[in-house]
Every structure is written in structure tokens, then in C-alpha cells.
């Protein structure tokens, strides 16, 4: 328990508590990608909000994100801006304020893809090698490799004997 309230007090030194409404932003080290990041003393960063959460409200399930209410990435109001939720729950907040590129689209929705759910199907379900399927289909290999991965595409659902929804 001292350890946790040690890290308490070394954490609330990088923001001040305001009131329900506000964001409290993080006075410390900010990354490249905008989130509030803390050492944790063994070279590691962790990202600020995650361990503001879980100092100060409770544990966060496994798999489970911590998000923001108001969409900044240094806000620490653990009161009333963070909230527990799944990747999806985030992607749904975040198309609901407009805030995901391409509008949400994705898959042959979007204008730039050279791909469409039929290809991604056939990916799936072919024995072919990253480099033959990325030459059949006008691709790089990585590309192939995501797909396979459900990296991306994810959302194409393929039936197949021993490959069930893949």
C-alpha cells in the first residue's frame, strides 16, 4: 500500500486537479504520438493515463483500454474523463466525434485500396506464398502478411473446413 501511495504523490506532481469539467494535463514527458508517458524506473514508459487510472481507481482488466471522454491524450481526470473500454468501444467513441480517418470506412470502401473483400477472402484461403499472392494481386508482401495476420481486413470472415470465421 506505501508504494502505491508513493506513486500517487510522484504522479500528481505532473498535474493539478481541477474540477469535473476540466482536463487535467500532464506536465511531464509527452511522446511523439501526443500521450503522457512516465518512466517506470527500468527504462520502460508507460503510458500516464493508464497508471493514473489504476493508481487512483482501480485495476484495468487485461485487454482492456483506458480512453478519454475529451479526446486529450494528456488529460489525467481520472474522475470524469477516463473511462475502461475495448478496442472497439474506443474506435466507436472516436467515429462518433469524428475523429477516424477515412470517416470510419474501411476495406474496398476505401477509395486508395487495392484490394476488396473477395482477394482478402481468396488470401485467406490460399496456400500460395506472401510473394506469389502479392505479385498476383499488385501488393508488397506486407501487405499480404497483415492480411493473413488480420492486421488489417479483419472484418472479412472466412468459412472455410478447419479455418472457421479466420
Given at each position: ?32 504520438d ?22 487512483m ?20 481526470n ?14 466507436r ?13 474501411r ?50 470472415k472466412?468459412?472455410?473446413e ?5
Amino acid at each position: 500500500m506505501a508504494k502505491k501511495v508513493d506513486i500517487a504523490i510522484r504522479l500528481k506532481r505532473f498535474f493539478t486537479e481541477g474540477g469535473p469539467a476540466e482536463c487535467w494535463e500532464w506536465q511531464g514527458y509527452i511522446s511523439p504520438d501526443g500521450y503522457a508517458r512516465v518512466n517506470m524506473g527500468n527504462g520502460k514508459l508507460k503510458l500516464a493515463h493508464r497508471l493514473v487510472y489504476e493508481i487512483m481507481v482501480g485495476p484495468i482488466p487485461e485487454g482492456m483500454f483506458i480512453c478519454h471522454h475529451c479526446d486529450n491524450p494528456k488529460c489525467m481526470n481520472y474522475r470524469s474523463h477516463l473511462f475502461i473500454g475495448t478496442n472497439g468501444d474506443n474506435m466507436r467513441d472516436a467515429s462518433q466525434k469524428g475523429r477516424v480517418r477515412n470517416g470510419g470506412l474501411r476495406g474496398s470502401r476505401l477509395s486508395q485500396s487495392k484490394l476488396n473483400e473477395q482477394i482478402v477472402s481468396e488470401i485467406l484461403k490460399s496456400s500460395e506464398s506472401h510473394i506469389s499472392l502479392g505479385r498476383k494481386f499488385g501488393v508488397d508482401i506486407s501487405t499480404i502478411w497483415k492480411v493473413r495476420n488480420r492486421r488489417t481486413w479483419n472484418h472479412v470472415k472466412v468459412e472455410e473446413e478447419g479455418y472457421p470465421n479466420r
